[in-house]
């Protein structure tokens, strides 16, 4: 969508900026339209890969240490624990990170939106002039 908008934008010399009809001014409102949503979009996804603290099973010398020294049960109790705990705290991070994905796409749907009525209004333009 990126390389699409750049190529339109420099069609004809700036046709698309051109706003001197109604037309003229739907069409430079769907570019527009689309360009935010896919500034927009970038944005979500960019905060969206940020590198963040991610939860991890204890693996520490401690730990290890710890188990070397109790009874097979206890063992399995903290490790059950450790990995249960281990999960809540990764469920938490991925639905952190999943919300700004689903916006991104629904502003890549509205983006794709807006670029086909700007190729629909372009066509009817240069068929009517």
Not at 19 to 29: A, E, K, N, R
Not at 50 to 71: F, H, K, M, N, T
Request: glycine share 6%; with cysteine; aromatic share 8%.
């Amino acid at each position: 969508m990126i390389a699409a908008l750049s190529a339109l934008s420099g069609l004809k010399n700036g046709i698309l900026f051109q706003v001197t009809s109604p037309l003229g001014v739907m069409i430079f409102l769907s570019f527009t339209g689309a360009a935010i949503c896919v500034v927009c979009s970038w944005g979500h996804v960019f905060s969206a890969l940020r590198i963040s603290d991610c939860p991890s099973l204890p693996s520490s010398r401690r730990a290890g240490e710890y188990l070397l020294a109790v009874d097979s049960e206890k063992q399995k109790l903290h490790i059950y624990n450790c990995y249960v705990d281990t999960l809540e705290e990764l469920k938490t991070a991925i639905d952190a990170k999943s919300k700004p994905l689903e916006l991104a796409y629904q502003e890549l749907v509205f983006g794709a939106g807006c670029f086909m009525l700007l190729a629909i209004l372009t066509t009817i333009r240069e068929l009517t002039v």
